[in-house]
């Protein structure tokens, strides 16, 4: 595996934001960082396949995670702003784009960019 290369720093950057995003929300455990890590090696295989998606990778990953949390412990994250009604996740935007941000589509808010919930 070759650092220095691009897509592998992509990948990595990837990784570091969606983990800080997890420890944020105390949820990184050994067993959910199992599902950042099988993630990054699927969208391993996608990048290099696709090079010009490397700026996509972080949003692709976050929704990854988020899919395969709500199969195991529910909806993360959830949302921060609206503090009525049903407990909602937030939701990636641009779902296939660069920048990706955590969004709450009830409120129309941008919560935070990936890697910066708090």
Do not use: F
Request: hydrophobic share 40%; with cysteine.
């Amino acid at each position: 595996m070759d650092d220095a290369n691009p897509h592998e720093q992509a990948l990595h950057a990837a990784r570091a934001l969606i983990l800080a995003d997890l420890a944020a929300r105390d949820v990184a455990d050994p067993g959910v960082v199992s599902l950042v890590e099988t993630s990054v090696t699927h969208r391993r295989w996608w990048v290099r396949e696709w090079p010009q998606g490397a700026e996509y990778v972080t949003g692709l990953i976050a929704q990854d995670v988020q899919d395969a949390l709500l199969e195991r412990h529910g909806r993360w994250p959830l949302c921060p702003v609206c503090d009525t009604g049903d407990p909602h996740a937030l939701e990636i935007e641009p779902e296939l784009g660069p920048d990706p941000r955590w969004v709450c589509h009830k409120a129309g808010v941008v919560v935070a960019p990936v890697g910066g919930l708090t």
